[in-house]
């Protein structure tokens, strides 16, 4: 799928397990629950953004979990269904983000949630923009 137009298209809950989208452009797209292990997006298009660099992380929590940059330096997050900004989550909080699935309950699912999002915060932080 490399240099595909996606915009706007609806792949939610797709498997794009290990597919090349290198240029391709998801502006719009819809990613929701999308899977994207090992899947090569640098040079992608999402938001109007270019990724940099994109790591997908299976097994941390129940959902898959991403650390992303972008070429302007932005960094996002994605766990599960939820994609933000680190400094959207930071505003947030991982443990106010999803209270009815995840309640700040101290439970050993919660705080695998915690940690698989305190994982991919450092990864995205240790990304460096590929020109």
């Not at 609806?10 to 998801?26: C, F, H, R």
Request: glycine share 10%.
């Amino acid at each position: 799928l490399d240099g595909a137009s996606l915009d706007c298209a609806n792949l939610v809950g797709a498997s794009l397990v290990g597919a090349s989208l290198d240029g391709a452009s998801l502006d719009g797209a819809s990613l929701d629950c999308a899977r994207l292990d090992r899947a090569n997006l640098v040079g992608a298009s999402l938001d109007g953004k270019l990724i940099s660099a994109l790591r997908v992380f299976g097994g941390l929590y129940d959902y898959q979990v991403w650390a992303v940059l972008f070429q302007d330096g932005t960094r996002q997050v994605r766990m599960g269904c939820l994609f933000y900004g680190l400094e959207k989550w930071e505003a947030m909080g991982i443990r106010k983000s999803n209270l009815s699935e995840f309640p700040d309950d101290g439970s050993e699912r919660s705080e695998n949630r915690v940690a698989a999002f305190e994982f991919a915060k450092a990864v995205a932080l240790r990304m460096a923009v590929k020109p």
